[in-house]
């Protein structure tokens, strides 16, 4: 099966199976554009993504036919209820009931959610933790239309949010162990993600706007470039680069500086909220992870260690392709 993570300005596919617990991907596509094809996971460009979408599983020789699609949108609606231990059906109606309820307007909504374990009530009756979320239901119909114009048969339709949990969650990432309280972040050119996950309890996700490309069009600027010229894995953070003089050292020093701010406020939060205890660990993915040293600039500012998520036990991908650029395909395509 087909696992489509598609962002503002990247498109990642993988191709494999997911069983016991270890997802296998026999081929991969990772393509980066200079003009968004979304717009807050609407798409802008229905002919233009047929096209690339087309191509790109054609040039990389991607075999199935099948396809889960992942997006970030803020028109995505979430919520988490305890709910009484039914049966599939009945626990199927009583989430959309209580989320239109949420809702509380007439548009049409997909409704789907995930168990994140058991709880109980004051009268120790067992209830189900449950995290629903809801999507317009044009959007979820623009992509099975998109997947359907390009002869692929749609699967699944999964959001960055719960595509992430699915894949780290209990897993060793870059090989360590042990970790009881770490941030997952993704930053994109428009979106930034910042998870918490715990060993026990469920994860916690918000969604905001990234400075990624107005720090990219401000570096183009003062650089004389187009900001389609800008090569990414030419910005460097490394600790030389930042002490030297200049207005585009300037810009960097800026960026560093609000990635750390909003990261700051997390850790803050995580002392408030998770009874004071520290964060092990940060793992960063998305268009952030193409810049020189970026993690360890941010390992200075934060005092925390930072890392590029590069692996994990859970996902074996083909050799060169790098787990940061598809984190989000991968979880897609687990527990299908």
Known sequence: ?????????????????????????????????????????????????????????????????????????????????????????????????????????????????????????????????????????????????????????????????????????????????????????????????VNVFQKSGVPFSRLMVSPMDDFIKEYAAVSRKDVSEVSYSEIAFTEAALEEDGISVEIKRGFLSRITDELQRFVQFVLNNYSGRNISRIYLFGAIARFQNFETALTGQLNIPVEILNSTQNVILPAGNKLNNYAHAAGALMRL
Do not use: W
């Open 1 to 193: 099966m087909l696992a489509i993570d598609i962002c503002s300005k990247t498109v990642s596919i993988i191709d494999g199976i997911y069983s016991n617990g270890l997802l296998r991907a026999s081929n991969c596509a990772h393509v980066e554009m200079k003009n968004d094809i979304t717009n807050d996971g609407v798409i802008t460009d229905n002919t233009g993504l047929s096209i690339l979408l087309s191509n790109l599983i054609r040039e990389n020789g991607l075999k199935s036919r099948t396809a889960a699609v992942t997006i970030n949108t803020s028109q995505l609606v979430s919520r988490d209820f305890d709910f009484p231990a039914l049966k599939v059906d009945m626990l199927n109606q009583l989430v959309r009931t209580e989320m239109l309820q949420v809702l509380g307007i007439d548009k049409e909504y997909g409704v789907d959610y995930i168990i994140n374990g058991d709880t109980a009530d004051t009268e120790n009756n067992r209830l189900l933790s449950v995290r629903a979320y809801a999507l317009p239901k044009t959007l979820i119909d623009s992509y099975y239309q998109l997947l359907k114009d390009i002869h692929i048969s749609p699967v699944a339709m999964d959001i960055h949010a719960n595509s992430i949990v699915k894949l780290l969650r209990g897993a060793k990432i870059n090989n360590n162990q042990n970790e009881d309280l770490f941030l997952a972040v993704y930053i994109g050119n428009t979106t930034m993600e």
